[in-house]
Nanobody, 119 residues
């Protein structure tokens, strides 16, 4: 199992930036892919971005491409989500997750951090 703790959420205005962090513990961090997901009020949880073990490859949902950047620091056991040009529709609880199997099955989740973007 992996323990994940997100931080960095908050209330910002449209156009502002935020950086979310997710600290991992419990297993060798560099051995598993990491992802960010979000859940807006009244909606299901959706994929935002993911990054492979080395950080060499990143994947994004279309709505955040060019605005969000996922990165990781394996020495610090931490994954980041840099969010620029935030929009009100980015308002959601953001979760980080670990894919321990390497099959795209995210089975370890953090508690989430709230991001609210006002217009």
């Amino acid at each position: 199992q992996v323990q994940l703790v997100e931080s960095g959420g908050g209330l910002v205005q449209a156009g502002d930036s935020l950086r979310l962090s997710c600290a991992a513990s419990g297993r060798t961090f560099s051995n598993y892919d990491m992802g960010w997901f979000r859940q807006a009020p009244g909606k299901g949880r959706e994929f935002v971005a993911s990054i492979t073990t080395s950080g060499r490859s990143q994947y994004y949902t279309n709505s955040v491409k060019g605005r969000f950047t996922i990165s990781r620091d394996n020495a610090k056991n931490t994954v980041y989500l840099q969010m620029n040009s935030l929009k009100p529709e980015d308002t959601a609880v953001y979760y980080c997750a670990a894919d321990l199997t390497g099959k795209g099955l995210y089975d370890n989740w953090g508690q989430g951090t709230q991001v609210t973007v006002s217009s």
